[in-house]
């Protein structure tokens, strides 16, 4: 199952509609374009493993691409790097066995996955808290 993050509403009816993706809400407020302090969180895809992938470090991202065969989806949004202004850590974990990357800033959310296959991946960047 594939986990699909977007600032788009257009690409959110368009997965929800006819992607097969299921809504399930805010994961943080993030910025569409840079901001003061934010660092771009880069999006990759898997064709393969359809699958989606995001990191804030471009050389890690780069060698997704080039080792494990994600597409380059450009930036995803703009996120801060370390935690500030009441900013809450998005954390990630993978299932390989599902092919699935959860991104999360619900603390209950990621003790589950952990319980049922999943594995910590640490903190990817900070967003801020739903309003």
Same mark, same amino acid.
């Given at each position: 199952?594939? =986990?699909l *993050?977007? &600032?788009?509403?257009?690409? !959110?009816? $368009?997965a929800t509609?006819?992607? /097969?993706? %299921?809504? @399930? +809400? ?25 699958? =989606?992938? *995001?990191? &804030?470090?471009?050389?890690? !991202?780069? $060698?997704?691409?080039?080792t494990? /065969?994600? %597409?380059d @989806? +450009? ?13 809450v850590?998005?954390?990630?974990a ?8 959860? *991104?999360? &800033? ?10 049922n296959?999943y ?13």
């Amino acid at each position: 199952m594939d =986990h699909l *993050y977007t &600032t788009d509403h257009a690409e !959110m009816e $368009n997965a929800t509609t006819s992607g /097969g993706y %299921v809504y @399930q +809400g805010f994961a943080g407020i993030v910025f569409r374009l840079p901001t003061e302090s934010t660092v771009p969180l880069y999006r990759a895809y898997n064709p393969r493993l359809t699958e =989606h992938f *995001y990191l &804030t470090n471009q050389e890690k !991202m780069d $060698n997704a691409i080039k080792t494990w /065969g994600f %597409v380059d @989806q +450009g930036t995803a949004a703009y996120v801060y790097a370390k935690q500030i202004c009441g900013s809450v850590p998005l954390y990630y974990a993978r299932n390989d066995q599902e092919s699935d990357s959860l *991104y999360t &800033t619900n603390e209950t959310e990621l003790d589950i996955a952990l319980q049922n296959g999943y594995v910590d991946e640490g903190i990817v960047c900070y967003v801020l808290p739903e309003l």
